[in-house]
């Protein structure tokens, strides 16, 4: 049964590190939570290792950066992972057989910050071997993408999702994220190699570099965070202020976790917190 806390200082003791998801647990995309830089300072004074575990489509250098411009000091964390940055470290090692990609980037010129360092080239999609699904616009419908995807089927293309959310909270509400496209694209027919949450090869990646055995995963996403950790052997904090804030400000606490627990197909999380505090 989830145990309701009211500062993650209620059970930090039991652990040897603490991993804390991004967007809708830190920031909302545009600033901090109003506890949350707080809250992390007392965690690392105290001497435990705090991580970053992001399905972010950029490396981890960039979001390092990101974090840090929203007042959190570059001295918190012992390491900074993002689903982009696994998929880097992949095609680096040579771990991949494309070259040519046709990207969907949140913004002109992501891809090609992402891809420094990297023996690839974006082409259009008549020409690529693959698809570089990193980001998208934050208007982005679902709807705008049945073209592009229908292309891609026919050509047998696949997919590279390196951000597998299918929404993120942003201060005016939730938008649209990659995983929303690429789980269409598996619908359709297409394949998919999905990067980040919930998926094993990132919580290992990490697991293995912190070196240590107790670990605590805080995030909003039942789907991404949760039943991730869960499959990792971690325990793990829901927060309820992040991607299901409107769902908890409608009914009691215990009834909204029991529906959206049933309806994501996932087991209870260790721990509920309204927010990061």
Known sequence: MTQRIDTLADVAQDYDAIVFDQWGVLHNGTAPYSRAIECLTGLANAGLPLAVLSNSGKRAGPNALRIADMGFAPSLFTQIMTSGEALWRDIHAGKLPQRRFFCIERSAGD???????????????????????????????????????????????????????????????????????????????????????????????????????????????????????????????????????????????????????????CRPPTYSIEVLA
């Open 111 to 265: 891809a090609c910050a992402w891809a420094e360092g990297l023996p690839v080239e974006f082409t259009d999609l008549e020409n690529a071997d693959a698809v570089l699904l990193m980001g998208l616009p934050d208007k982005a419908r679902l709807a705008d993408w049945g073209t592009p995807l229908a292309a891609a089927l026919d050509a047998d293309l696949p997919i590279y999702c390196s951000n597998p959310d299918r929404q993120s909270p942003r201060a005016d509400g939730l938008v649209i994220s990659p995983g929303a496209l690429a789980y269409a694209y598996v619908d359709m027919g297409g394949h998919v190699s999905f990067y980040g949450k919930p998926h094993p090869g990132i919580f290992d990646a990490l697991a293995s570099s912190l070196g240590v055995a107790r670990i605590l995963m805080v995030g909003d996403s039942l789907e991404h965070d949760i039943a991730g950790a869960q499959s990792a052997g971690w325990d793990n904090v829901l927060v309820q202020g992040g991607l299901y804030a409107n769902d908890f400000a409608q009914a009691d606490h215990d009834s909204v976790l029991a529906n959206l627990v049933a309806a994501k197909a």
